[in-house]
Structure formats: C-alpha cells, structure tokens
C-alpha cells in the first residue's frame, strides 16, 4: 500500500501555554517548568470560522488534483482520536462526499473514534484491508482533531502534554511508490486503561513504562531499518524522548521532536503531519511512524521510497 498523496493543516493560530495553564488553575511558575520539561510553548488552534469539517474539505480537494484523469475515490475513512461530542469536532462525511466530485456515490464511509491518539494506525490497517480486497482501488484517510470548542483547561494534561489541533489527508493506493506503507501494529496494554481521566499515578506509572512500549512496537522491525529510520512520533512531550535517546541502544537513533514547540501535540495526526518533511525520498532514509498513546494504545508502521536502495523486510 501506497500513500499516493499527502496534504496536511496545522491552524496557525495559537493559544500560548500560560494562559491554557491558568484555565487549569496552575500559575506562571507551573507554566515555566512544564514548557522546560516537556518542550511545549503554545498549541494550534482553529480560529472562529473554521472547522474539522471544513478543513478535511480543503484537504480533500487538494489531495483531488492529484487523481488521475476519470479516477475517483472509492472508500472514506475517518479517524480521530478525540471524539467528543461538539460542533467544530463533528464531520458529516456524507455531506463531504456530495461536496467532493471525484468521491464515487457509492463509496463507503467509515469512521474511527477509539479515544485515543494511536487511531490514525487502526484507519491505516482498514485501508490496507480495503485495498486487498481488490474491490477498492483508492481510498482517502482522514486523520484529525480540534478542541476548539472546550474550555482551554481541556488543552492541558498537567506532566504529560498539551493537545492541539491538527489535520491530515492522505489518498492510499495498492502496490508500492514513493510512500509505501508496510508492517502495520496495532497493540493494545489495558493495563493503562485510564487514559486521560488517570490520576496524576497513572500518569506516572504511564511514563515509567514508555520506554518499553516503544520497544515493544519497534520490535517489528528488522534493526537495520530501526537504526536508519527517522522515527516519527505523536509529540506527547520532549521528556519521553529524551529520556528513550538516553538509553545506550538508542543514542544513534534519529527522533523527528519538530512539532512540539511550534503546535504542541495534534493528537492522532502527528505522524503525518510529521511524515510531510521527512518523507524518505525527501531523507534518502525509511521512516517509523508511532503513537504510545496514554490509554496504552500503540501504533506503529513503516515508510519506505520504491526510489531508495530497498531495506530489509519487516518482520
């Protein structure tokens, strides 16, 4: 499987972490630490007139003129990890299919909502699945959140994140290309269960066991693309990465940590987002895209370029 076309938005609004902070009823001090621990400063926003909606329409359309001449979409699925119910959240995937020419009157639309940030793994598993079928041919991914209509105290999850809004479209298409999509993972650790309502203890017993989520997941793959994949993550903080590269088996790996101080952590579609600028024929490197979500959900898949000398399989 193939990503054939990619196209992503990151709102450039943005709410800076004092003030999202203080909506949480921490002080300025609690907003120095954290923005030094964690590498977090300000979170994308959607501005008032803007919508999930809205902005998967935008990115439809321009993933639209890279079909080819009489092709058309033939299967939608939509994955987000934040399904709470609200107006800027919700998206009317009919309404975008009548709205979007080259979608076919007849293509499925599916759409994921697990609560959690590792579903954009769960949406590419479906798509691999649709597209080996044989009866789909082309198939949109829609990956993304906003929580532009809550409370800004809903943003912050006190030593562990703060949450922006941040989309992503990409068109899957069997065979191989310049983004081919292989050894899909998709674990579950119910043992975290709490997820975001989890105490300030689970929260740290999360923490305590991230390293070995991330091994777990990347035990996929063979430990020469391990060694010169870029890793592509969800941006849940700075600290969790620095504290895995301190590890004497991981100082040589490469951790793409970009999006943390300019976004903040966009949820479900930070790999993607992520995988624009490290594209591996842009790279001339594979790349690893994960989420360790803090329900213990985990996902994981690996990049490669058709174009670049081939990597060993994964596992």
Not at 7 to 31: C, F, K, M, Q
Not at 176 to 186: A, D, P, T, Y
Not at 243 to 256: K, Q
Not at 271 to 277: K, T
């Amino acid at each position: 499987m193939n990503i054939a076309s990619l196209a992503t938005y990151i709102p450039p609004a943005r709410v800076p972490l004092d003030l999202v902070v203080a909506h949480r009823g921490g002080n300025p001090s609690e907003a120095r630490t954290f923005a030094q621990l964690f590498g977090m400063r300000q979170a994308a926003t959607l501005a008032d007139d803007e919508s999930a909606e809205g902005c998967f329409h935008t990115l439809l359309q321009q993933l639209g003129e890279s079909l080819d001449e009489g092709e058309n979409v033939d299967a939608v699925i939509l994955a987000q990890g934040l399904p709470a119910p609200s107006l800027r959240q919700s998206v009317n995937l009919a309404s975008l299919r009548q709205r979007s020419t080259f979608i076919a009157a007849d293509a499925p639309l599916l759409t994921l909502n697990q609560q959690n940030c590792a579903t954009l793994f769960w949406g590419l598993r479906l798509a691999e699945q649709l597209l080996a079928s044989g009866k789909h041919r082309c198939v949109a991914l829609l990956v993304g959140d906003t929580l532009a209509d809550f409370d800004l105290a809903e943003r912050y999850i006190p030593g562990c994140t703060m949450i922006a809004d941040g989309f992503a479209a990409a068109l899957l298409k069997p065979g191989g290309g310049q983004r081919r999509v292989s050894g899909i993972q998709c674990f579950y650790h119910p043992g975290f269960w709490q997820g975001l309502d989890g105490t300030r203890e689970d929260t740290k017993r999360f923490y305590q066991s991230h390293n070995h989520l991330v091994e777990h997941a990347l035990a996929s793959y063979p430990e020469d693309m391990r060694s010169r994949a870029w890793l592509l993550p969800h941006n849940i903080n700075r600290l969790s990465w620095q504290t895995w590269l301190r590890h004497p088996g991981n100082r040589d790996h490469s951790v793409a940590t970009d999006l943390l101080g300019e976004c903040g952590h966009c949820y479900a579609a930070d790999p993607l987002l992520l995988l624009e600028r490290y594209a591996p024929q842009d790279t001339g490197r594979p790349a690893l895209l994960l989420s360790v979500g803090l329900g213990g959900w985990v996902g994981c898949a690996a990049i490669t370029s058709d174009a670049l000398p081939e990597t060993a399989h994964v596992q």
